[in-house]
């Protein structure tokens, strides 16, 4: 009796085992539609056509097929209904459609539907080996095995036509080559040339579908969809390719290609990573938060406590989907470490915490990889360089099959990446993607907002959004506010004392941190800017401890500056001569020229001097050789001033050069020198002092130019002594009259020179 039992037992076991349900998966891939069967192992099967569709079927085996969300992912485009019943599955196409197939693994199936090739193009692409699978254009036969058939085909000798007389089964077979002779040498000769070092194969990138479906019903499922056309072992290279054929070479070519060096031409795929480590949309759904996460937390756990591990990968990549970096990492602490994915999940769990990633992160170096690597290559970079080469389009493609919330998180920062590497138009596009969802923070985009205003040259539009930005005073405030300074600054335009205050507070708020410093530095130099020095340079006094070592002689020269720009004299003279904030071996060169053609307006050229003499560093300039001549001139040291000028021969040295020769009495050289200067009034000034008294007709002045008429008329027209003597004495008063006034005239016009 119990034998009986026990046998029924194993009957019924049995009919459970054979009746296994098998889920039938879907994925929209661009340019076709994937169908997966997950089956229990390779099973026989076959393809079957009918009028617009085909039919699979499974003789032998009565497994069941699970439809449910065949169509949650897909579109009715290709694939138009299917019909399962027990063995087999009826597909109806809804265009003049191709079916190919391949095993993936040792248990998938994998079904392709893409319209059909034109006639022409399926006779290079179809393979001769005879099947019937071929009558509808259903290729069965993966890439490698096509391709070794073709080759091997070429070797063959035409077919006989099976109707004619030398064609049928009774002639004569020995004029025919027989494949299996042919497969042998063939092996043979490749295994002699890959054991020589002569044959590697060549390797050409597969073809990556445009992306993952965005709604996916599971993380278990997106684990089981990963057909992306590379047959992948547990722990696949960073490569995905494909064989595309054997490659031979010399045996010398190995030497050659070590001498060029290979480092000199690297590979742009080297780095690339597989589709499916990365595709964060296949991840989740847009189911609720709690439905996705729970499920998969319930069975984190085995017999024992033990971890599953496909269980783990799944709850990792969801938390992922939903932005949570470190939520992912403590899951990822039940997978064993060293694994290239456990790596890359890692990475992307530092982006999505928005901290910088290691500089030898492997999703960094995938920004030539297409999409969606390149997304997150450009985020893992702490900048993104300028020469840094990348899909455009492809990065579009992948920031836009985002979920929203991960669209609203990286957007503006992806945006500011790409302005910063002067891609302002595709920073554009990923700001009006980002700008149709809604959810993001305003001052968020407002930041971005601005500086693609800035890269495009518009600053009013730049200043109204940090102003934006500013006014939010969400948690990237502080950043706009810096900025807004900084282009206040910049531009010469006066900071607000309010703005000033606000970026004191944010600074105390965020001491000791690096946003901290920058607010530091920032809150100094706007009380600069708003005008209040005495403010500024007691703030710079106090806090000066929080400043780095290397900020903090450029946070003094920047006030200094403001200073000479701004401030009144006494204010001005009393930090700048005090040797307090800056000395003037340590002044920058331009800096240093500001400050003494100040100090010389202010009637100090001794100390003027001080900042610009010819042993400080930086000095031997142009700007500072003029300040020293005009310094050598006020102190009468008109030869010095000469010296100062030396190799100088543009329009302001020769205005200096003229006051030298001036100052020594040679002023007809000074008066070549002005007009070479176009200084047209100091050379009227100088012919007067030269008395030529034609360089003073030829004056626009028109007192001068009467000045020199009437001097020229009395040099020119001697008195007649034989006149009588009243007309003698009437002509001298004459002349006497229109000179005095001519220089009447002449004083009431002309400034007296003052007395020294």
């Known amino acids: 009796m119990m034998r009986l039992f026990l046998a029924l037992c194993m009957l019924c076991l049995a009919g459970v085992a054979s009746a296994q349900t098998v889920v039938v998966r879907s994925g929209e891939h661009g340019t076709f539609t994937r169908l997966t069967l997950d089956l229990p192992s390779r099973a026989e099967w076959r393809l079957e056509p009918k009028p617009g569709g ?210 000199l031409f690297p590979d742009p795929m080297e780095n690339c990573v597989p589709v499916g480590w990365v595709d964060l949309p296949s991840w989740g759904s847009a189911a609720p938060f709690h439905h996705q996460i729970g499920p998969l937390n319930r069975q984190l756990l085995r017999e024992f406590d033990r971890p599953d591990g496909e269980t783990v990968l799944d709850l990792a990549r969801a938390y992922l989907y939903f932005g949570f970096g470190t939520e992912a990492n403590h899951v990822l602490d039940f997978r064993p470490e060293g694994s290239p994915e456990n790596e890359i999940l890692r990475e992307l769990a530092s982006i999505m915490n928005h901290a910088k990633t290691s500089p030898d992160a492997r999703i960094a170096m995938a920004a030539g990889c297409g999409e969606p690597a390149v997304l997150w290559a450009l985020l893992a970079m702490p900048i993104l360089p300028k020469e840094t080469v990348f899909d455009h389009k492809a990065l579009l493609r992948s920031f836009s099959a985002l979920p929203a919330h991960l669209r609203d998180t990286f ?8 302005i910063e590497a002067q891609h302002a138009q595709t920073a554009q596009s990923i700001l009006r993607t980002t700008e149709r969802t809604g959810g993001t923070d305003a001052s968020d985009l407002a930041l971005a907002r601005a500086d693609l205003a800035n890269a495009n040259g518009d600053h009013d539009t730049a200043l109204m959004e940090l102003n934006e930005a500013v006014a939010k005073n969400s948690d990237i405030a502080p950043q706009a506010l810096a900025q807004l300074i900084e282009k206040h600054i910049a531009n010469d335009i006066p900071v607000p004392f309010d703005k000033a205050e606000l970026a004191g507070a944010y600074a105390f708020e965020n001491r000791g941190t690096e946003l901290g410093r920058v607010m530091t530095r920032t809150y100094v130099l706007s009380l600069g800017a708003s005008g209040a020095f005495g403010k500024a340079v007691s703030e710079f006094y106090r806090l000066r401890p929080d400043f780095e070592t290397t900020g903090v002689a450029d946070i003094a020269a920047s006030l200094v500056q403001q200073m000479t720009r701004d401030a009144d004299d006494v204010t001005f003279l009393r930090h700048v001569l005090s040797d307090d904030l800056i000395k003037p071996d340590t002044a920058p060169a331009p800096l240093a020229v500001e400050i003494a053609t100040r100090l010389l307006e202010s009637g100090f050229p ?92 030829r004056s626009s002045d028109p007192v001068l130019r009467r000045t020199a008429e009437v001097l020229q008329a009395a040099s020119q027209k001697p008195l007649d002594a034989s006149l009588p003597s009243l007309e003698h004495y009437r002509g001298l008063l004459e002349s006497a009259s229109t000179l005095r006034t001519a220089m009447n005239t002449l004083l009431d016009t002309k400034q007296a020179p003052e007395n020294p």
């Open 606 to 697: 001794a100390q003027a001097k001080s900042f610009v003499a010819a042993g400080l560093p930086g000095r031997e300039v142009r700007m500072s050789q003029l300040v020293r001549a005009r310094i050598a001139l006020l102190q009468q040291r008109p030869r010095q001033a000469e010296v100062e000028l030396l190799g100088l021969d543009d329009t302001a040295a020769n205005v200096l050069r003229a006051e030298a020769k001036s100052q020594v009495g040679d002023h007809t050289a000074a008066q070549a020198l002005y007009i070479a200067g176009e200084q047209s009034e100091k050379a009227a000034e100088a012919a007067w002092l030269a008395q030529d008294l034609d360089a003073l007709g």
């Open 411 to 418: 957007g503006p920062e992806l945006a500011r990446r790409l």
């Open 54 to 263: 085909a039919r699979i079927v499974f003789p032998g085996s009565d497994v069941d097929f699970d439809i449910t969300r065949v169509f949650d992912r897909i579109n009715r485009n290709r694939l138009r209904a299917i019909a399962p019943e027990r063995g087999r599955l009826d597909l109806g196409f809804a265009c003049d459609c191709d079916l190919a197939a391949f095993w993936h693994g040792d248990s998938m199936l994998v079904f392709d539907i893409a319209k059909a090739v034109p006639s022409d193009q399926i006779e290079q692409t179809q393979s001769s080996v005879p099947s019937s699978n071929l009558d509808i254009g259903i290729r069965p036969l993966s890439t490698a095995t096509y391709r070794l058939s073709r080759a091997l085909e070429t070797r063959l000798p035409p077919r006989r036509d099976a109707d004619s007389s030398k064609g049928s089964r009774g002639s004569d077979d020995s004029t025919d080559l027989d494949i299996s002779v042919v497969r042998q040498q063939l092996v043979r000769q490749l295994g002699q040339a890959a054991s020589q070092g002569l044959l590697t194969p060549t390797r050409t990138p597969v073809a990556e579908p445009e992306r993952m479906p965005d709604s996916v019903a599971s993380a278990k499922d997106t684990q089981a969809l990963k057909t992306d056309m590379t047959v992948e072992p547990a722990y696949p290279p960073m490569k995905a390719y494909m064989p595309s054929g054997p490659r031979g070479q010399s045996r010398v070519e190995p030497e050659i290609r070590l001498i060029r060096n290979e480092r």
